[in-house]
């Protein structure tokens, strides 16, 4: 199915690395262009160097939290490509601490990244995205932001919060033409996990990464049994930007691989 999106342009953020690597990659092989966000600017240009299709991406380093940074982008991208259509807001990371761990300047940051790491993405592109015939956004967020975990209380606090920051900007971009819906991510194999399995390793744990995995899995109830994959989350994200998803806007899509523990 032509999922519609050839020439459309998308702000795609962590678009170096897991999530937003195979989001951007998918979008490129579907023919849409992208405007590729992080910080560390070499490596989000290794991330597509060995793209056949480098002409289709904008490398426009920047971090969420700073408003001019990513305002820079956005124009970059304008610029490059004339417009853009989609924002995928899904830099970012986790804050395992526990309360007696947990620092005052942790928590800001964690706050600051969850929720301005989507607002000045959104704001940057809210008139673009007006003007587009295809408006979307998709905000990535985890299942903590509904389910709450023990030494996530931060990050699954900064995770409801965006939750709810998603659904009334929905309402208010939907007069606009633009729509917004998140995508909730159990766990996803990626850097944050392979990064979390060396600390575990390093601290003599005997498991290989599979068995480490499958055990993590089965502790928080993922039916599926496994950690799901960058590219299984990137087909929902593609997904929700497809013009064909027209009449979809306000809805949270989990990703979780069948998450069956409930609050
Ligand atoms: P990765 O660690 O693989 O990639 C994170 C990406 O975000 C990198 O490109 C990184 O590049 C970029 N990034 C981090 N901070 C900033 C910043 N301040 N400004 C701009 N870019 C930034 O993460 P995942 O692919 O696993 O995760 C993607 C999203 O999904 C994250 O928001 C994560 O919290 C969320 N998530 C992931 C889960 C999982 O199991 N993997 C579970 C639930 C949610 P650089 O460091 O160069 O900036």
Known sequence: MDLLLTDRTVVVTGASSGVGLAT??????????????ARDPERLQRAF???GDRD????????VTDRAAVERAVAAGVERFGGVDGAVCNAGRSLMATISDTTD??????????????????????????????????????????????????????????????????EELAPEGVRLNSVNLGLIDTGQWRRRFETYRDEGGPLDYDA????????????SG????????????????SPRASYITGAHVDVGGGVTRQP
């Open 24 to 37: 951007s990659r998918l979008l490129l092989s579907e023919g849409a262009r992208v405007v590729a966000v």
């Open 212 to 223: 480490w995995s499958a055990e993590l899995a089965a502790d928080r109830g993922i039916s």
């Open 49 to 51: 160097d060995d793209r």
């Open 226 to 241: 496994r950690f799901g994959t960058a590219d299984e989350v990137a087909f929902a994200i593609v997904s929700l930007l």
């Open 56 to 63: 289709h991406v904008l490398v426009a380093p920047a971090d």
């Open 105 to 170: 300047d942790q928590i800001r940051d964690e706050l600051d990244l969850k929720i301005f790491g989507a607002w000045n993405v959104i704001r940057a592109v809210r008139p673009h995205l007006a003007a587009s015939s295809a408006g979307a956004v998709v905000t990535i967020n985890a299942i903590l932001a509904k389910q709450p975990e023990a030494r996530l209380a931060i990050t699954s606090a900064a995770r409801a919060a965006l939750l709810n920051l998603s659904r009334t900007l929905a």
